[in-house]
Nanobody
């Protein structure tokens, strides 16, 4: 079993920054990829940024270069540095991992962390 735990959400004014963290724990053999998704009220969950081993990160086009995803493989962690935040970035942010724990990789999700950007 693998667990993903996010932290770092909160309330910030427009133009500010936040850094989200997500740590995977449990019986981890290999982490194929990790990503951040978000879901705003009344909207579908969408990919924000993803990072697959051996590949360049990919980002949602709407971010306009404001967010940066990074990983610390030694800590089984993924981070999302969010800069120049806008009210439309307000959402619950979810950590995602495609992780092997002895068998075929499986999709794992964190519980989500709320990010609220005030205007």
């Amino acid at each position: 079993q693998v667990t993903l735990v996010e932290s770092g959400g909160g309330l910030v004014q427009a133009g500010g920054s936040l850094r989200l963290s997500c740590v995977a724990s449990g019986n981890i053999v290999n982490i194929n990829s990790m990503a951040w998704y978000r879901q705003a009220p009344g909207k579908e969950r969408e990919l924000v940024a993803g990072l697959t081993s051996g590949r360049s990160p990919n980002y949602a086009d709407s971010l306009e270069g404001r967010f940066i995803i990074s990983r610390d493989n030694a800590k089984n962690a993924v981070y999302l540095q969010m800069n120049s935040l806008k009210p439309e970035d307000t959402a619950v942010y979810y950590c995602y991992g495609f992780i092997s724990s002895g068998r075929a990789p499986f999709n794992y999700w964190g519980q989500g962390t709320q990010v609220t950007v005030s205007s």
